[in-house]
């Protein structure tokens, strides 16, 4: 069974600081990574997605991905109350499948 | 923008009754997915399709079917509704490499 394992928290940080979430995975093979958001009540949403070693930026927002530790995590700068919201990380396994594999989710509360 | 549409934000079911769920999207991905959502529990699939007519099951298939006549749309049927199956129902669509695109989701009561 492949899995994916977050931390459920929550995490609480205070406005401004920065956020950071971590996820490892189980397949050493996987090929694909990615955070999805969801505030309470709405549907999962991509925010990030990341491919090889490294960091990746999108304003605020970064991947970061170790193969060889198999972890990968989102780092969330200048936090902001609307940060909150249960962040779930996904991995698509090797062998060329599509169908990425959910993390549980931790739950990010950004208090002012 | 990718737009997934679910025609169903709430329902509230019998036990027994049949339970249509369906969900539309406009961005011709070859892939739909149908995912239940429970506290605890997270993102668990049920079923999914990549291509018309083809569906695979996923990791929790017992009391789902699945249609898939054309493209754009998925459909997600209970047969027979029991109360276990009271859940959050997310579709999501996508083109390769795993990155989803989900509806609102339709939430499910049965009675």
């Known amino acids: 069974q492949k899995e994916v394992e977050q931390n459920s928290g929550p995490l609480s940080v205070p406005e401004g600081a920065i956020a950071s979430l971590n996820c490892t995975y189980s397949?050493?093979?996987?090929?694909?990574f990615f955070w999805y958001r969801q505030y309470s009540g709405k549907s999962p949403e991509l925010i990030m997605s990341?491919?090889?070693?490294g960091d990746k930026e999108d304003g605020r927002f970064t991947a970061q991905l170790n193969k060889a530790s198999q972890y990968v995590s989102l780092l969330i700068r200048d936090s902001q109350p609307s940060d909150s919201a249960t962040y779930l990380c996904?991995?698509?396994?090797?062998?060329?499948?599509?169908?990425?594999?959910f993390g549980r989710g931790t739950s990010l509360i950004v208090h002012p | 923008d990718v737009k997934v549409t679910q025609s169903s934000r709430y329902l509230v079911k019998r036990t027994g009754e049949k339970v249509f769920l369906e969900c539309v999207q406009d961005?011709?991905?070859?892939?739909m997915f149908w995912y239940r959502q429970d506290p605890g529990l997270g993102l668990r699939l049920i079923y999914f399709?990549?291509?018309?007519?083809?569906?695979e099951k996923g990791d929790i298939p017992e009391g789902y079917s699945v249609s898939r006549e054309k493209k754009e749309r998925f459909s997600l049927i209970l047969e027979s509704a029991s109360t276990n199956q009271t859940s959050m129902y997310l579709c999501?669509?996508?083109?390769?490499?795993?990155?989803?695109?989900f509806g609102e989701g339709s939430r499910l009561t049965v009675l």
């Open positions: 999501a669509s996508s083109v390769a490499f795993g990155e989803l695109f």
């Open positions: 397949d050493r093979g996987s090929q694909s």
């Open positions: 990341i491919y090889s070693n």
């Open positions: 996904a991995v698509t396994p090797s062998g060329g499948s599509y169908i990425p594999t």
């Open positions: 961005m011709d991905h070859e892939n």
């Open positions: 399709s990549y291509d018309v007519k083809m569906k």
